[in-house]
């Protein structure tokens, strides 16, 4: 990733646009603020942010299923938000994290579309990036996934090819700092779910990992009992952040259906120095 260093985040997010500008077949019309996240979350290494803005658009390309028909208002991607809490929390005074809380809300398996949960999550998650209220200090990105009423059946309707993707985007091109990961209320079936996750994790993910059974405190050792849900002793009113991503979401809806920040556009491909050939490639194998 780069040597640790000082660096300005908007004059690498000038430098990274100039050089965008170059690549004409991707995206132009990116937000000024997810510029700076891709700076920010490589410590200011300019190529390294190349890359994974390349091949983060690059699988957003490849995967229509999940990152086309992207209409936060659109009846699957609503139900969704209803069924499950995808909820960004906000800062918690004396520390720098930045946590991401998620939770099943409707535990009807019928309920849990696999393709459209991840199709939600990022939507959420580009949200998150243009966000002025999420700050980009020394903190790291930290999601907390609470499994209180998942099951076997949850899990059987897990689209791997769709697991696949997540999970190569989140590792790889996602421009956050991730510190940790921590599952709540785990289950007794966590072997069989880490079984299915396992192929597609990188090490250094998995030692990220910090799994928590029910009624234990366990987690306090890890992060401010603050950021946890007001029911479970914390601070955090889900339903009121939620309410407020419900509010950010209608006010942002052109954002995410704007095919302008988004999309490749193969017939501009400049055949000179361009990253997407070679990461189209990784991307695929």
């Not at 899990?155 to 991730?178: G, I, W």
Request: net charge neutral; charged share 25%; hydrophobic share 35%.
């Amino acid at each position: 990733m780069g040597i640790e260093k000082e660096f300005d985040l908007k004059e690498g997010a000038e430098r990274l646009k100039d050089w965008i500008t170059t690549q004409p077949h991707l995206p132009q019309n990116i937000h000024p603020t997810l510029l700076q996240r891709y700076i920010h979350s490589t410590r200011g290494d300019l190529e390294y942010a190349k890359k994974i803005f390349v091949l983060g658009y690059t699988i957003r390309q490849n995967n229509p299923t999940i990152f086309d028909n992207r209409d936060p208002l659109s009846t699957n991607v609503m139900s969704i938000l209803q069924s499950i809490d995808m909820v960004p929390l906000p800062s918690v005074e004396g520390c720098e994290d930045k946590f991401i809380y998620y939770r099943l809300v409707n535990c009807d398996p019928d309920k849990f579309d696999f393709n459209d949960v991840i199709k939600t999550f990022f939507i959420i998650a580009d949200l998150r990036m243009v966000q002025p209220d999420v700050p980009m200090n020394d903190g790291g990105d930290v999601p907390i996934f609470d499994m209180n009423g998942f099951t076997l059946r949850h899990m059987t309707k897990v689209v791997l090819s769709t697991l696949r993707v997540y999970m190569r985007y989140t590792q790889e091109a996602h421009p956050v700092r991730l510190k940790a990961i921590h599952v709540i209320n785990c289950t007794p079936f966590l072997d069989r779910v880490m079984c299915l996750v396992k192929p597609f994790m990188k090490k250094r993910v998995a030692d990220m990992l910090h799994f928590h059974l029910p009624n234990s405190e366990t987690i306090y050792a890890h992060l401010p009992k603050a950021a946890l849900p007001d029911e479970y002793g914390g601070e955090q009113s889900i339903i009121k952040h939620k309410e407020d991503w419900f509010n950010r979401i209608k006010l942002q809806r052109d954002y995410i259906t704007d095919g302008s920040r988004w999309k490749i556009d193969e017939s501009r491909r400049n055949n000179g120095n361009d990253l997407s050939g070679t990461l189209r490639k990784l991307e695929i194998d």
